[in-house]
């Protein structure tokens, strides 16, 4: 959790106002929001820096979800747990290939699953 709360810092929340599955939900969200804005400044992006940080902050942040789903502490039943484990592959596939050969297009995979995943956390 202290993980997920370094990557929340820059948020404009409070200390503290933020915990679990909400803080996960709002890392999520600001992910997307990064990957987001990659795409609707694609053109005036030339040298792809904006691409560059919202590939590795959606890629830390997918590293530090993959530490807690592997941890024997994480709360989460298995099957789910082997289940986001799986998809967290996937974007780690997509997240290489855009980065070798970046197109706009490739982004809104990364963009759905992150708000996907977000939107399930605030339903439980």
């Avoid at 810092?9 to 106002?17: C, I, K, N, P, R």
């Avoid at 980065?99 to 809104?108: F, G, I, S, T, V």
């Amino acid at each position: 959790m202290m993980a997920m709360q370094m990557m929340a810092q820059d948020m404009d929340v409070a200390e503290g106002e933020l915990a679990g599955r909400e803080l996960e939900a709002a890392v999520l969200n600001k992910a997307a929001a990064l990957l987001e804005e990659a795409v609707g400044r694609w053109q005036e992006d030339i040298d792809h820096a904006l691409l560059d940080q919202a590939l590795k902050y959606n890629q830390a942040l997918w590293s530090v979800l993959q530490a807690e789903l592997m941890s024997d502490a994480s709360p989460l039943p298995f099957p789910l747990r082997e289940n986001i484990l799986s998809l967290s592959s996937f974007v780690d596939r997509r997240t290489f290939e855009v980065m070798a050969y970046p197109q706009a297009d490739k982004l809104e995979i990364l963009i759905r699953i992150n708000r996907g995943l977000a939107d399930g956390l605030l339903l439980h």
